[in-house]
């Protein structure tokens, strides 16, 4: 009981934080002149920290009873409860708003997913619209926190592997050996990308509230868009070219960028292992939709073909989200392509989702090794990543990880079927969801919005955003009956 109270007192505590976020849109409510909104957000934010507040204060004394395996169960109710908290703002100043549809977009941006019900974002109060890209912002930097300081201390994620397994830059991926010190250098490097994005953003043409809010949502790798018709709106090669440059950076291990910036050597990015094949990955698959989409005439031009499939490529391997035009209408290998990279191409540490490129290539390189050893019975290959021997507990680990992640997919996926959605919708929505990817295919597919979902589908597609995002065992272990034995 001790430890429910202590949980309970970190949440009030999250929550008293949370909602002191919500000065940010009343101040850009005032300044634009949007008295509606600034009263939804007053009130919503005034309720978020009195119920804070009162659920710290009544615990504090349980603080120090916080333990290890707790980590799990706060983790789960930190996300559920927090994204709650932000999906009250969006019902007060968007009255039409169901509460399923709010929770979905507080979710979608927490999670970085990019994924929404809104149309007519562009004549959305600024306030919302920021508050949107706030939700990414701060879910992206929850995110690279849980993975590096918090989840390894559980033994879930891979951070843990390069600690000790991963040569090269990588080594430093703990930073410090406190997990405060660790997330303050982390939100050092965040908010510094971040600051370099947004005047890239302007200084290629886009305006300053524009810039403000798609450096939000690049950097955390989620897909909001002030515009309804997304990046397309803007018709810039230099905005997409910038944006595509950030979301590579973004995608890579924070940790990483740590110890470049640290060492001041750009060679760091090459001896990381994640990063060479994140961006091996990302040029093939750019060079392979490149082909299929000239063979196939969907373009006017070879420059023209280029400027889109890499960007939309780039956007759906790092799970970003954002679009420039509807590559549902390629030929069907393109998006399901772009699909398939979004599981598997960015890195661990990251604000991306899916698989994730260390787990990617653990199940390629034990694949070989099986099929070596059913060929040599006596041998003993070590599993090996850049030279780095990979323990076999670790091996087995991201096998029953990848295997939980396909057949969750397969068990939603089934989920949707059997409300009637159509197979290509259920299953790109489940996908993207899952990988907090953003927009899917059919129904869901890059220009139109997961608006016309029924409420049961919508909270699929929840559920899933929300799994994805907290690596799937930190969730479904609470469903085991060795969770709560004492």
């Given at each position: 009981m001790r430890s429910v109270f202590a949980i309970t007192h970190v949440l009030g505590s999250l929550l008293m934080l949370f909602g002191a976020l919500f000065l940010v849109p009343v101040i850009t409510g005032l300044v634009n002149g949007e008295a509606e909104a600034v009263r939804g957000f007053v009130f919503t934010g005034i309720v978020t920290l009195v119920t804070g507040g009162v659920l710290s204060l009544a615990t504090r004394r349980y603080r120090d009873d916080l333990k290890a395996r707790n980590g799990y169960l706060l983790i789960t109710l930190g996300w559920l409860l927090v994204a709650g908290a932000a999906a009250m703002p969006l019902m007060a100043v968007l009255p039409t708003l169901s509460f399923t549809d709010a929770y979905f977009e507080a979710m979608s941006g927490l999670t970085t997913t990019g994924s929404t019900v809104l149309s007519g974002l562009d004549s959305l109060p600024h306030a919302v619209n920021l508050w949107r890209a706030l939700l990414h912002w701060i879910g992206g930097l929850g995110v690279i926190v849980m993975a590096v300081a918090v989840l390894p201390l559980l033994g879930v994620g891979g951070m843990q592997v390069y600690r000790a397994d991963t040569p090269g830059a990588v080594k430093e991926a703990r930073l410090t050996p406190r997990i405060m010190e660790t997330a303050k250098l982390l939100g050092i490097v965040y908010c510094l990308l971040t600051g370099v994005c947004i005047g890239a953003l302007t200084l290629a043409g886009?305006?300053?509230?524009?810039?403000?809010?798609?450096?939000?949502?690049?950097?955390?790798?989620?897909?909001?868009?002030?515009?309804?018709?997304?990046?397309?709106?803007?018709?810039?090669?230099?905005?997409?070219?910038?944006?595509?440059?950030?979301?590579?950076?973004?995608?890579?291990?924070?940790?990483?960028?740590?110890?470049?910036?640290?060492?001041?050597?750009?060679?760091?990015?090459?001896?990381?292992?994640?990063?060479?094949?994140?961006?091996?990955?990302?040029?093939?698959?750019?060079?392979?939709?490149?082909?299929?989409?000239?063979?196939?005439?969907?373009?006017?031009?070879?420059?023209?073909?280029?400027?889109?499939?890499?960007?939309?490529?780039?956007?759906?391997?790092?799970?970003?989200?954002?679009?420039?035009?509807?590559?549902?209408?390629?030929?069907?290998?393109?998006?399901?392509?772009?699909?398939?990279?979004?599981?598997?191409?960015?890195?661990?540490?990251?604000?991306?989702?899916?698989?994730?490129?260390?787990?990617?290539?653990?199940?390629?390189?034990?694949?070989?090794?099986?099929?070596?050893?059913?060929?040599?019975?006596?041998?003993?290959?070590?599993?090996?990543?850049?030279?780095?021997?990979?323990?076999?507990?670790?091996?087995?680990?991201?096998?029953?990880?990848?295997?939980?992640?396909?057949?969750?997919?397969?068990?939603?996926?089934?989920?949707?079927?059997?409300?009637?959605?159509?197979?290509?919708?259920?299953?790109?929505?489940?996908?993207?969801?899952?990988?907090?990817?953003?927009?899917?295919?059919?129904?869901?597919?890059?220009?139109?919005t997961y608006g016309s979902l029924t409420e049961y589908q919508t909270w699929v597609c929840t559920a899933a955003m929300f799994l994805g995002r907290v690596e799937l065992f930190t969730a479904l272990v609470l469903f085991t009956r060795a969770f709560w034995r004492k």
């Amino acid at each position: 009981m001790r430890s429910v109270f202590a949980i309970t007192h970190v949440l009030g505590s999250l929550l008293m934080l949370f909602g002191a976020l919500f000065l940010v849109p009343v101040i850009t409510g005032l300044v634009n002149g949007e008295a509606e909104a600034v009263r939804g957000f007053v009130f919503t934010g005034i309720v978020t920290l009195v119920t804070g507040g009162v659920l710290s204060l009544a615990t504090r004394r349980y603080r120090d009873d916080l333990k290890a395996r707790n980590g799990y169960l706060l983790i789960t109710l930190g996300w559920l409860l927090v994204a709650g908290a932000a999906a009250m703002p969006l019902m007060a100043v968007l009255p039409t708003l169901s509460f399923t549809d709010a929770y979905f977009e507080a979710m979608s941006g927490l999670t970085t997913t990019g994924s929404t019900v809104l149309s007519g974002l562009d004549s959305l109060p600024h306030a919302v619209n920021l508050w949107r890209a706030l939700l990414h912002w701060i879910g992206g930097l929850g995110v690279i926190v849980m993975a590096v300081a918090v989840l390894p201390l559980l033994g879930v994620g891979g951070m843990q592997v390069y600690r000790a397994d991963t040569p090269g830059a990588v080594k430093e991926a703990r930073l410090t050996p406190r997990i405060m010190e660790t997330a303050k250098l982390l939100g050092i490097v965040y908010c510094l990308l971040t600051g370099v994005c947004i005047g890239a953003l302007t200084l290629a043409g886009m305006g300053g509230f524009d810039a403000l809010c798609h450096g939000l949502s690049v950097i955390s790798l989620g897909g909001f868009s002030t515009h309804d018709r997304n990046i397309a709106w803007f018709h810039s090669g230099r905005i997409e070219t910038v944006m595509a440059l950030c979301m590579l950076l973004a995608a890579v291990n924070f940790s990483t960028h740590f110890a470049a910036l640290r060492r001041g050597d750009l060679a760091v990015y090459r001896k990381d292992p994640e990063a060479r094949w994140m961006i091996t990955w990302i040029v093939v698959g750019i060079a392979v939709l490149v082909t299929v989409t000239w063979a196939n005439g969907v373009f006017g031009s070879f420059g023209e073909s280029f400027r889109h499939v890499a960007f939309s490529l780039v956007t759906s391997a790092t799970t970003s989200g954002f679009t420039t035009v509807d590559y549902s209408a390629w030929p069907l290998f393109a998006p399901m392509w772009m699909l398939f990279m979004s599981c598997v191409a960015s890195c661990t540490g990251s604000t991306g989702g899916g698989i994730k490129v260390f787990r990617a290539l653990v199940l390629i390189k034990q694949s070989f090794r099986e099929m070596f050893v059913l060929v040599h019975p006596q041998a003993v290959l070590p599993l090996k990543i850049s030279g780095a021997v990979i323990p076999n507990r670790i091996v087995y680990s991201v096998l029953a990880f990848i295997f939980v992640y396909f057949m969750t997919i397969v068990v939603l996926t089934f989920a949707l079927l059997a409300s009637n959605l159509d197979f290509i919708s259920s299953f790109s929505a489940v996908v993207a969801s899952i990988n907090n990817s953003g927009p899917g295919l059919g129904v869901v597919g890059p220009t139109h919005t997961y608006g016309s979902l029924t409420e049961y589908q919508t909270w699929v597609c929840t559920a899933a955003m929300f799994l994805g995002r907290v690596e799937l065992f930190t969730a479904l272990v609470l469903f085991t009956r060795a969770f709560w034995r004492k």
